[in-house]
């Protein structure tokens, strides 16, 4: 129950109430320190991934960040959990129904009121992805549907390891899939000017560094590359040089890039490569890419 404390979370002991529904809940929070995470690689998709430890076993940090009312199901994060807007709330308390039956038709045994499980993250980002539609621009929400589809899909990975015959493989590249339409919705948005990245929220993809506007860039690029049309010849070739040219924006004028991070600046020119590789180019520098 929500008064329950594990060796790796906590429940609060201030109560949140849901601006939705009015129920009021306790927020689960990860512990941290005494050696709960054991950083492991870096993936190409800037995940940090971990070493299970020999007193806590496996640890899943990307379970808790969402905050979830047990009750309606409005998820969103943290920071704009509190902060719906009127018209929004009134919108999100009409699709409360559905929404709790669109999980219940994906996952079965899900319960907030307990300590979270990887079913229990995944929801989260699923109903994250869901609420933030409901968000007016000034959250930035599509960036934030574009991070929890792609967080929703590695999770759909971690639980695939887990039960490979439940098909959370095929749930993981239907998020993929929505994870690319929202980052190059976002890129798109904030070249245009008609929905800005959100200031202080962390992009991160992963929670260990923020990697900001470059790592949407980045994801961006690599999720249109991986996940893009590819049956009709022509659209796949438009495809790659967008992703080719969104990922050469990462290095901007050479220089500028120098003092940006070596692991999105080397995961950025591998991507790169390998996309120009694709189109029959070669010996490209993303510094000197001009479109």
């Not at 509190?82 to 699709?95: F, M, N």
């Not at 924006?249 to 070596?262: E, Y």
Request: include cysteine.
């Amino acid at each position: 129950m929500q008064n329950e404390s594990t060796g790796v979370s906590f429940f609060s002991r201030t109560p949140t109430e849901c601006p939705v529904c009015e129920t009021k809940f306790y927020r689960e929070e990860m512990r941290t320190g005494r050696g709960r995470l054991i950083a492991g690689n870096l993936t190409r998709e800037l995940r940090r991934t971990y070493e299970p430890s020999k007193k806590y076993g496996a640890v899943h940090p990307l379970v808790y960040p969402v905050t979830v009312c047990p009750a309606c199901y409005y998820a969103a994060y943290a920071q704009d959990f509190g902060s719906v807007p009127e018209h929004t709330r009134r919108s999100l308390s009409d699709a409360a129904e559905g929404r709790v039956a669109t999980v219940g038709q994906i996952l079965d045994n899900i319960d907030f009121t307990r300590a979270r499980g990887l079913k229990e993250g995944l929801a989260g980002y699923f109903l994250a992805a869901v609420c933030y539609d409901q968000f007016p621009r000034e959250f930035g929400p599509t960036v934030k549907q574009g991070l929890s589809c792609m967080r929703a899909a590695w999770i759909c990975n971690d639980l695939h390891a887990a039960e490979p015959g439940e098909n959370y493989d095929r749930l993981a590249y239907l998020f993929y899939r929505k994870a690319r339409f929202f980052y190059a919705l976002a890129v798109e948005q904030e070249q245009n000017g008609t929905q800005s990245i959100p200031n202080g929220f962390h992009l991160g993809p992963d929670l260990d560094k923020n990697y900001g506007y470059d790592g949407i860039l980045y994801i961006a690029g690599l999720l249109d590359w991986l996940y893009g049309p590819r049956k009709d010849k022509q659209k796949r070739r438009l495809g790659l040089e967008r992703s080719k040219r969104t990922v050469a924006r990462i290095f901007g004028m050479g220089r500028a890039s120098r003092d940006k991070p070596a692991a999105i600046l080397d995961n950025a020119r591998e991507v790169y490569e390998e996309i120009a590789h694709e189109l029959g180019l070669e010996n490209l520098d993303p510094e000197k890419d001009d479109g």
